[in-house]
């Protein structure tokens, strides 16, 4: 059996100052045009899973774009998961699980 080392983080993350939260300058300047393209195909209602939720940015865009879908945001790497944690910590949206850890490799 052989160990698989996790692949390195396919973004930049930088860290905030006094935060847990971690910054994706390309994060920021895709989220509207994923949230626009999620739009159309997206149900009325139900659950997503969000595959290596890298920051915690897309999430809580996703989840204040689209309120009637249940999100649950995973990651591999634990720096992130506590940046996906705090990004959902000081956001007001009550669509969002806990995040948790997923190797999807």
């Known amino acids: 059996m052989t160990h698989r080392v996790p692949p390195p983080n396919a973004s930049i993350a930088n860290k905030t100052e006094g935060s847990k939260k971690l910054f994706a ?6 989220a509207h045009a994923i949230c626009t393209a999620l739009k159309t195909i997206a149900p009325e209602q139900g659950n997503a899973l969000e595959l290596a ?31 996906i944690q705090a990004y959902i910590d000081g956001a007001d949206c009550n669509n969002i699980n806990k995040p948790i850890f997923l190797d999807a490799a």
């Open 53 to 83: 939720s890298g920051t915690g940015q897309h999430i809580v865009t996703l989840a204040k774009a689209i309120p009637n879908i249940q999100w649950q945001p995973t990651e591999v790497d634990h720096d992130r998961i506590a940046s």
């Open 25 to 30: 300058p390309s994060a920021e300047r895709n």
